[in-house]
């Protein structure tokens, strides 16, 4: 079943700019993960928060995880032409599998 | 390294035809699912294997489809016979093991087979 619900669902900025999207969920959780997907590509794993952990950073990505909300954020800084993509939180419920958003497209701006 | 290797790429095929997806997992990896994507519907989890058994296939439309993994390195998602609504992108991903229940890894994904049923 769908459970991360991902915040706004279509984003677009100029090159440059940060981008923020947020994601939010309704069952607790072992873990949230990010993922961006490319046009006519699978899904590439970004970045993995546990439930234990409030903040991540991975080069230009920086994640939030507030469990009492039930919420996570995706900040992309100093966007490029390349960050294009849909990008996707997924839930692990500690049931051995993942349950997706429905993603949230970004498009940036040369 | 080689990624998770799905095939075909793009499949189309007059209804009531049998579909059979492949994939083959990165090596090593003990965790293989199926997923379908659609505009409608977006990421939705089919099946899937854990050390090459189904463990949770209740995301299975209905009994047209079925999947099988011989071993750890193939698998296949087979529909019989296909209908215009099972046209989608399935993807395939892999996971490798992890070190509790959840595992705390992420998981790989194939580059799809966007099947068209006509």
């Known amino acids: 079943s769908q459970q991360g619900e991902e915040d706004p669902q279509a984003l677009s900025i100029q090159e440059g700019e940060n981008a923020t999207m947020n994601c939010s969920y309704k069952?607790?959780?072992?873990?949230l993960q990010w993922y961006r997907q490319n046009s006519g590509r699978g899904l590439v794993h970004l970045i993995l928060i546990r439930s234990n952990e409030r903040e991540k950073h991975s080069g230009r990505l920086r994640v939030t995880l507030d469990t009492s909300k039930k919420s996570s954020s995706l900040l992309i800084t100093a966007s490029r032409a390349a960050d294009t993509a849909s990008y996707f939180c997924?839930?692990?419920?500690?049931?051995?599998?993942?349950?997706f958003g429905k993603g949230n497209q970004v498009v940036v701006i040369p | 390294d080689a990624g998770v290797i799905q095939s075909p790429r793009h499949e189309v095929t007059e209804m009531g035809q049998e579909v059979t997806l492949r994939c083959k997992p990165i090596s090593g990896h003990n965790s293989l699912f199926w997923y379908r994507q659609t505009m409608m519907r977006g990421l939705e989890l089919l099946i899937y294997f854990n050390n090459n058994v189904p463990i949770d296939d209740s995301g299975m439309p209905e009994d047209r489809f079925s999947a099988k993994m011989p071993n750890a390195s193939f698998s296949t998602l087979k529909i019989q016979p296909s209908e215009p609504r099972d046209s989608a992108v399935y993807f395939c991903?892999?996971?490798?093991?992890?070190?509790?229940?959840?595992?705390?890894?992420?998981?790989?994904f194939g580059d799809g087979t966007r099947l068209s049923i006509l």
């Open positions: 997924a839930t692990d419920e500690g049931n051995n599998r993942l349950a």
């Open positions: 069952t607790s959780i072992n873990n």
């Open positions: 991903a892999s996971r490798p093991p992890g070190t509790d229940f959840s595992s705390n890894q992420p998981q790989h």
